[in-house]
C-alpha cells in the first residue's frame, strides 16, 4: 500500500513539476510581450529569447534522459543456489514467510548494507527480474539470526510492491534533478525549479520512510523482535569500522601502490580481533536525529517501533552469519578479483602489505623534511647525515624552527625529537635492521628484524644536542643503522597519498583562467576550464574524474612546500602573490563570478595562504 502511494504521490509531483515549468513558460511570453510594448521587439527577442530557450532544452533533454534511463543491477559476485545452497534455503524460507516471490539472483557486494531492486516492467504494473544485495561485511560480522532480520526487511520492500513502483520516483527524481542541472545557476526561471526539486524529495522521502517501517515490520515478524533489533543496532558500528579498515589498513598501502592478496578477508579478521570494541559501539545510543532530507527514519524511533511488537517464537541461531556459505574467504577473494581494479601495484599477504605501507608513508615524509634540508644547506641531495651536520654545528634549532612556528629556536631542537625518531626509522629499514610488525588488534609496532623493540626515541634525543651527537652515532653503529640511508626517494612533491580539500572555480593564475583545486599538501591548477556559468558542476566533475594524485600528475601542480611566502592583497575577491623558493611568483585573483566546490572552499584558500 506504502508502495503504491508512493507512486501516485510521484505522479502529481511529476505532473505538477511540468505545470510549474507551463506557467514559467506563459509568464516569460506575457512577460516578452509586456516588454514588446514598453521597448522594441528586438530588445525584448534578446532579453528573453536566450532564458526561454535554455528553459525548453533543458526540460527536453531531461525528459528524454529519464525515458531512455534503466537503472542497472548494482555491480556484484552472482552467487547460485549450487554455491550457496544454505543462503538460498534461508532466503527461500524467509520469501514465504513475507509471502513474496524469491530473488531471481542474489549478489554479494563489498558494503555494509543489503538491498534490493527489481526490472520492473510498464511504470510497475508488471513485476521483472529480482534482485538481493547481501554486503560481505555482514556475512563476516553478523549472526545468522541478524541476518534472517536484514534479508526479512529486504524482502519486506517486495511484498509492498516498493521496488516495482520505486522506478516512477526514480524517473521523477531524474527529470527533475536533470533540468535543474542543464539550467545555468544564473537563469531566474532554473531558481523556481529547485525550490520545487527540493520540495519533491521532501515529500518523496517521507513515503520512503514510511516504506522502511513497513519493512521493519515484516523482519519482526519472521527473523524476530530481538534478532531485528540487534542487527539494526549491528549497523552502525560494522559502518565505522569498515571505514576505519579502510582508512586505517587498507589506503595507506594502496596510495603506495600496493595491494593486500586477501582485501575482503582483512576485515573479517579485524572484526574478529576487536570484538570488544565492536561491542561498546553496539552498546552506544543510536542515533536520534531526524532530518527532512533522509529517507530512512532514525535508528532509535526503529527501535522503539520494533520494541512494540511481540517476540516470535524460534530457536535462535547465533552462529556467524558466514556460516551460511561453504567458504566465505574464498568468496571474498573472488570478489577481489571481480570487483577491484589491482593495476600495477605490487600484491603482498597482510604483514608485509602493513609494513610496506607504513615505511613507504614514512618514507613520503622523510623526504619532505630532507628536501627542506637540501633547500637550507643548498646540498643538491641531503640524507639523515646532512641534518646531524647541522647538529654539530648548532644550527638545528635554526633549520627546525619553521616545522614548530610557536617555539624558540632552543625548543624547536629538542621538538625535533620526533620527527627525528622518524628518519632513525626510514634508516633502520633500508638498513634492514627494522620493520613494522601487522597487527589487526593494536597499531602496527616498530621493532628490529627479531622482534624486539628498537631504542630509536631516546637515541633520537640524545641525536638533536650537540652534546650528545656522538653517543647517539655509537648506538646506531651499534644497532647497523647508518644515517645515511635515510636519503630523499621523491626529489620533488608529488601527490601520492593526497585528498582534495577545496576547489575553486574561474580563478585568474597569473591572468589567465584557470580552476583551482586545493589539495592537503599542495595547489593543482588546471587552465581553461571552460564555460564560467558551470563553475561548481565542472569542478565536481573534475574532482569525480580522478584520484587527487592523478590530478596532480594531469595538470600543474605546486606543493605548499615549494611556496617561501604568501601575500595576501585583498580579502575579496582573494587576491594573492605566491613566491616560490626558485624565485619565481604566481599570482592569484578570485573572479566575482567565482564559485566554490563547496561553501567551506574559499576559507580553505585563505586559510591556506595565511599559513603560506
Same mark, same amino acid.
Given at each position: 500500500? @506504502?508502495?503504491?502511494?508512493?507512486? $501516485? ?7 505538477? $513539476? *511540468?505545470?510549474?515549468? &507551463? @506557467? ?20 525584448? +527577442? ?51 514467510? #513475507? ?12 558494503? #555494509? ?19 538481493? *544485495? ?7 560480522? /553478523? ?6 532480520? #536484514?534479508?526479512?526487511? !529486504? ?37 523556481? =525549479? ?49 571505514? =576505519?579498515? =579502510?582508512?586505517?589498513?587498507?589506503e595507506p598501502g594502496w596510495t603506495a601502490r600496493f595491494a593486500p592478496d586477501d582485501l575482503f578477508g582483512g576485515f573479517g579478521a579485524l572484526v574478529d580481533a576487536r570484538t570488544a570494541e ?6 552506544? !545510543? ?38 551460511? &556459505? ?8 573472488? /570478489? ?16 608485509? +602489505? ?20 637540501a633547500r637550507s644547506t643548498g646540498t643538491p641531495e641531503a640524507s639523515l647525515e646532512t641534518i646531524l651536520g647541522l647538529v654539530a654545528d648548532n644550527k638545528l634549532g635554526e633549520f627546525a624552527?619553521?616545522? $614548530? ?10 621538538? +625535533? ?11 633502520? @629499514? ?15 609496532? %616498530? ?52 585528498? #582534495? ?10 591572468? %589567465? ?9 599542495? $595547489?593543482? +591548477? ?28 594531469? *595538470? ?57
Amino acid at each position: 500500500m @506504502v508502495g503504491a502511494v508512493r507512486a $501516485f504521490v510521484s505522479v502529481v509531483m511529476l505532473a505538477g $513539476f *511540468y505545470l510549474v515549468a &507551463l @506557467v514559467q513558460l506563459i509568464a516569460l511570453v506575457v512577460l516578452a510581450a509586456w516588454l514588446t510594448d514598453q521597448v522594441s521587439g528586438f530588445v525584448a +527577442f534578446k532579453l528573453l529569447f536566450p532564458v526561454l530557450v535554455a528553459t525548453v532544452c533543458g526540460l527536453a533533454v531531461a525528459m528524454w534522459r529519464a525515458i531512455r534511463h534503466k537503472p542497472e543491477p548494482a555491480a556484484g559476485v552472482p552467487l547460485t543456489p549450487g554455491e550457496a545452497p544454505q543462503l538460498w534455503a534461508t532466503v527461500q524460507e524467509l520469501a514465504a514467510a #513475507v509471502r513474496t516471490r524469491v530473488p531471481d539472483e542474489i549478489r554479494l557486494v563489498p558494503d #555494509v548494507n543489503a538491498a534490493v531492486s527489481e526490472d520492473a516492467r510498464l511504470l510497475g504494473l508488471l513485476g521483472g527480474r529480482r534482485y538481493l *544485495y547481501i554486503g560481505l561485511p555482514l556475512l563476516q560480522a /553478523m549472526t545468522v539470526d541478524q541476518l534472517r532480520a #536484514v534479508i526479512a526487511h !529486504e524482502l519486506g520492500h517486495y511484498s509492498g510492491l516498493h521496488t516495482r513502483l520505486a522506478g516512477i520516483a526514480y524517473r521523477g527524481r531524474l527529470t527533475i534533478a536533470g533540468t535543474v542541472g542543464e539550467l545555468s545557476p544564473y537563469n531566474p526561471m532554473g531558481w523556481v =525549479f529547485r525550490l520545487y526539486g527540493g520540495l519533491y524529495r521532501l515529500v518523496d522521502n517521507v513515503v520512503a520512510r514510511r516504506q522502511e517501517l513497513e519493512a521493519d515490520r515484516a523482519a519482526v515478524r519472521v527473523a524476530g523482535r530481538s534478532a531485528a533489533i540487534a542487527a539494526l543496532r549491528e549497523l552502525p558500528g560494522l559502518d565505522a569500522a569498515w571505514g =576505519f579498515y =579502510f582508512r586505517r589498513y587498507v589506503e595507506p598501502g594502496w596510495t603506495a601502490r600496493f595491494a593486500p592478496d586477501d582485501l575482503f578477508g582483512g576485515f573479517g579478521a579485524l572484526v574478529d580481533a576487536r570484538t570488544a570494541e565492536l561491542a561498546q559501539l553496539r552498546e552506544r !545510543e543510536p542515533e536520534r536525529e531526524r532530518s527532512a532530507w533522509n529517507t530512512h527514519p532514525p535508528i532509535a524511533t526503529r527501535v522503539k517501533a520494533m520494541e512494540k511488537a511481540p517476540e516470535v517464537d524460534r530457536a535462535p541461531d547465533a552462529r556467524k552469519a558466514g556460516a551460511l &556459505l561453504p567458504d566465505l574467504n574464498a568468496l571474498g577473494r573472488r /570478489m577481489q578479483q571481480v570487483m577491484v581494479e589491482i593495476g600495477d601495484r605490487q600484491v603482498l599477504p597482510w604483514p608485509e +602489505f602493513t609494513a610496506a605501507a607504513i615505511a613507504a608513508g614514512e618514507q613520503r615524509d622523510a623526504d619532505a623534511v630532507l628536501r627542506a634540508a637540501a633547500r637550507s644547506t643548498g646540498t643538491p641531495e641531503a640524507s639523515l647525515e646532512t641534518i646531524l651536520g647541522l647538529v654539530a654545528d648548532n644550527k638545528l634549532g635554526e633549520f627546525a624552527q619553521p616545522f $614548530f612556528t610557536d617555539a624558540t629556536r632552543r625548543e624547536a631542537a629538542q621538538h +625535533f625529537a620526533a620527527p627525528m625518531t622518524m628518519l632513525l626509522r626510514v634508516a633502520a @629499514v633500508r638498513c634492514g635492521v627494522g620493520r613494522w610488525q601487522h597487527s589487526w588488534s593494536a597499531p602496527a609496532e %616498530f621493532t628490529g628484524a627479531d622482534g624486539t623493540p628498537l631504542p630509536l626515541r631516546e637515541i633520537a634525543e640524545l641525536a638533536v644536542s650537540p652534546q650528545t651527537l656522538d653517543e647517539a652515532r655509537k648506538r646506531l653503529e651499534e644497532l647497523g643503522i647508518d644515517p645515511a640511508a635515510a636519503a630523499i626517494v621523491d626529489e620533488r612533491a608529488t601527490g601520492q597519498g593526497s585528498h #582534495v580539500i577545496g576547489a575553486l572555480a574561474n580563478v585568474k593564475v597569473d591572468d %589567465f583562467g584557470h580552476d583551482v583545486v586545493l589539495l592537503n599538501n599542495g $595547489f593543482v +591548477f588546471v587552465p581553461d576550464p571552460g564555460d564560467i556559468d558551470k563553475g561548481r558542476q565542472r569542478l565536481r566533475a573534475l574532482v569525480g574524474s580522478a584520484p587527487a594524485e592523478a590530478l596532480a600528475q594531469r *595538470y600543474r601542480f605546486v606543493p605548499y612546500e615549494e611556496v617561501a611566502s604568501a601575500v595576501i592583497e585583498k580579502q575579496t575577491p582573494i587576491r594573492a602573490t605566491l613566491t616560490l623558493h626558485d624565485g619565481r611568483t604566481i599570482r592569484l585573483q578570485e573572479r566575482w563570478n567565482g564559485e566554490d566546490l563547496e561553501k567551506e572552499s574559499r576559507r580553505t584558500l585563505t586559510e591556506v595562504l595565511g599559513q603560506l
